[in-house]
C-alpha cells in the first residue's frame, strides 16, 4: 500500500502566490507540522532542510532556467519563520564548475546569485565540505595506525 502523493501544477504571472498555492494544495505544511510532532522537538530545534538547485549559477537569468529562483526559495523561508520555524538551512553540494572556476564554494555560490541568509534568517551549508570532515578524520586516524578506511594498510 503507498500513500498519497499530490502534484501541484501552477500557472500565471504571481510566482510567489503560486508556490504558495502549490504548498496549500500539497499540505506542505500539515506534513510539515506532523514531521514535527513525530520528532518530539520543538519548532526551535526542529530542522528544515531546504536543498535547492544554487550550483548551476553562472549568471542571471531572467527567468532562471538552470538554477532554482532565489526569491522562491528566500519566500519558502519567510513562511517557515512566519511559522515559528527557527532552525532553518539551505543545503547544496559543489560540482564540477569547481574543477575549472574558482570561488566556487556553496556559500559563495549562495552571495553572488544573491541569496541573502541574514535577512531570512537561514544557514546555508555546503555538503561537500560538511560530508568529507568525518572522512578526513577517519583517513587521519587510520592514517595515525597505519590502516586505511577498510581497515588496510594504505
Not at 13 to 40: P, T, V
Not at 88 to 115: F, T
Amino acid at each position: 500500500m503507498s500513500a498519497e502523493v499530490k502534484v501541484s501544477v501552477q500557472k500565471g504571472d504571481h510566482k510567489l502566490e503560486l508556490l504558495d498555492e502549490a504548498l496549500r494544495l500539497a499540505d506542505f505544511f500539515d506534513h510539515l507540522e506532523a514531521s514535527l510532532k513525530a520528532s518530539g522537538k520543538g519548532k526551535a530545534d526542529f530542522s528544515v532542510v531546504v536543498k535547492p538547485n544554487i550550483m548551476m549559477f553562472s549568471h542571471k537569468e531572467t527567468p532562471p532556467a538552470t538554477y532554482t529562483d532565489m526569491e522562491l526559495v528566500e519566500h519558502l523561508f519567510d513562511l517557515l519563520r512566519g511559522e515559528g520555524y527557527e532552525n532553518l538551512k539551505l543545503v547544496e553540494s559543489q560540482n564540477v564548475y569547481g574543477n575549472w572556476y574558482q570561488n566556487r564554494g556553496v556559500v559563495n555560490v549562495a552571495r553572488i546569485s544573491d541569496h541573502r541568509p541574514d535577512l531570512h534568517g537561514y544557514e546555508v551549508v555546503d555538503l561537500t565540505e560538511e560530508s568529507a570532515l568525518p572522512v578526513r578524520r577517519q583517513v587521519a586516524e587510520g592514517a595515525l595506525r597505519g590502516k586505511g578506511l577498510a581497515g588496510r594498510r594504505l
